[in-house]
């Protein structure tokens, strides 16, 4: 039962605008998100995360967005610089439980192009 | 900045046989996170160690084990290996249990043939 999903597997946005990453979420214990990017044939990075305390968090170009009410998360990046090219995992913890468990979705390939 | 190392980067083996992954934390990192992506899915945790002791478990199988040592360095060890075993290995690591602060090495992707 994947408790993380993201729906769409790919996205494709011209440089310099808006990408939008979508994520949903089905637990409500759930009360911190990351978003992590993904190059092939490296490990995952962090990008930024969120506290269920908040529905905004911006690092520069990269604001993630959280809708409790509608257990769904975004991640904004503007402008998008085809170097954001990658795979982007959104993932979901219950801090108050489990000492670190990650639940994942399945990631959205992202392609900037010029 | 040291990150975590895992080794081996690849790795075939045959049905039946055995395989051990290694994973090296970054320096003062007491926690080491297991994950396992096949192809087309999500990560998926398996499990963690916190001061040398499980902390939490996943969907891992029983054909698998792992440990940490007192070093802190993890092995995820894999028996009986099977062709769905073939997934990219994930470790992460964290100074005490702060998710958030995870860092990822590059992974070991096993093939089993």
């Known amino acids: 039962d994947q408790q993380v999903k993201q729906n769409s597997p790919s996205l494709s946005v011209q440089e310099g605008r808006i990408s939008i990453l979508n994520c949903d979420y089905t637990n409500s214990m759930f009360d911190y998100f990351l978003w992590y990017k993904k190059y092939p044939a490296e490990g995952p990075t962090f990008l930024i995360s969120i506290s269920s305390i908040k529905d905004k968090n911006e690092d520069g170009r990269f604001t993630v967005f959280l809708n409790k009410s509608a257990k769904h998360l975004s991640l904004h990046i503007v402008p998008s610089q085809p170097g954001d090219s990658a795979v982007y995992f959104c993932?979901?913890?219950?801090?108050?439980?489990?000492?670190?468990?990650?639940?994942f979705g399945r990631g959205t390939q992202l392609t900037v192009w010029p | 900045a040291a990150g975590v190392i895992q080794s081996p980067r690849h790795l075939i083996k045959e049905k039946r046989e055995t395989a051990t992954l290694k994973c090296y934390p970054i320096?003062?990192?007491?926690?080491v996170y297991w994950y396992q992506q096949g192809p087309g899915q999500d990560p998926q945790f398996l499990i963690s160690?916190?001061?040398?002791?499980?902390?939490d478990k996943g969907s891992i199988p029983d054909r698998f084990s792992a440990q940490q040592f007192s070093d802190y360095h993890s092995e995820l060890n894999m028996s009986s290996l099977e062709l769905g075993d073939s997934a990219l290995y994930f470790c992460?690591?964290?100074?005490?249990?702060?998710?958030?602060?995870?860092?990822f090495g590059q992974g070991t992707r096993l093939t089993v043939v």
């Open positions: 160690f916190y001061e040398k002791m499980q902390s």
């Open positions: 320096p003062r990192h007491d926690t």
């Open positions: 993932a979901a913890t219950d801090r108050g439980s489990t000492l670190g468990r990650l639940y």
């Open positions: 992460a690591s964290s100074f005490g249990t702060a998710i958030s602060e995870a860092f």
